[in-house]
Structures are given as structure tokens and as C-alpha cells.
């Protein structure tokens, strides 16, 4: 994602900030086919009220 190769520390900072990513995208990704597959109606009922 971020492979900018623009100076001496920016490659580990790219590398660093790709894999946070990846890291983010997967877990977001897995949070919302477990709540697609399982939903929490608790959490549900809380966020419809007004």
C-alpha cells in the first residue's frame, strides 16, 4: 500500500504503516462477517434507539 521509496527511513515506515494496515483491514473484515453470522442483538436494540 504505502512503498514510497523516497528516502532512508521511509521504507521501514512504509513497510510499518502496510502491515498496520493489512492488520486493520483484516481484523474489520473479520468483525463484520462474525457480526454478519452471529449478529449481537444487544448492540443492535442499543444503537436503533434514539
Known sequence: VA???TGGGADGVGVALGIA???VVL???GAFLV???WPLPDLV???SRP
Open 21 to 23: 494496515g493489512g492488520v
Open 35 to 37: 457480526n454478519r453470522r
Open 45 to 47: 436494540r442499543r444503537r
Open 3 to 5: 512503498s514510497a521509496h
Open 27 to 29: 481484523l474489520a473484515g
